[in-house]
């Protein structure tokens, strides 16, 4: 996704929050999101996260802006800003889609 500056300045204002309860388990170098209400033995709702994903879903506190999370993880890991913000994005717009998260304010 190429960004303008104005979507650039919106999405990092966006601030979301874990949807529902969750278990996060470290399975060698990936982590295993599973629902522990409501769609538990859904294997649909389980997800498979790498690393950085996973750092990710732990950074959505309902108080951190996306900007916040981008600059994170840019320190925390060698990557171009870019390449995080589209990264972040990306995964962002996955967990909306499958209800994992809530955007505060909406």
Not at 19 to 26: D, I, N, P, S, T
Not at 75 to 81: F, G, K, L, S
């Amino acid at each position: 996704m190429t960004w303008v500056r104005t979507e650039k300045s919106n999405m990092d204002k966006r601030v979301f929050r874990h949807r529902g309860e969750f278990a996060l388990r470290e399975v060698g170098n990936e982590s295993v999101l599973v629902p522990i209400r409501g769609r538990v033995g859904d294997l649909d709702s389980v997800f498979t996260l790498n690393g950085v994903a996973s750092r990710v879903w732990g950074l959505l506190d309902g108080q951190r802006p996306l900007n916040s999370i981008v600059e994170t993880i840019c320190d925390e890991y060698e990557v171009a800003p870019e390449v995080a913000v589209a990264d972040v994005d990306e995964l962002i717009g996955t967990l909306e889609q499958a209800h994992l998260v809530d955007r505060v304010g909406d």
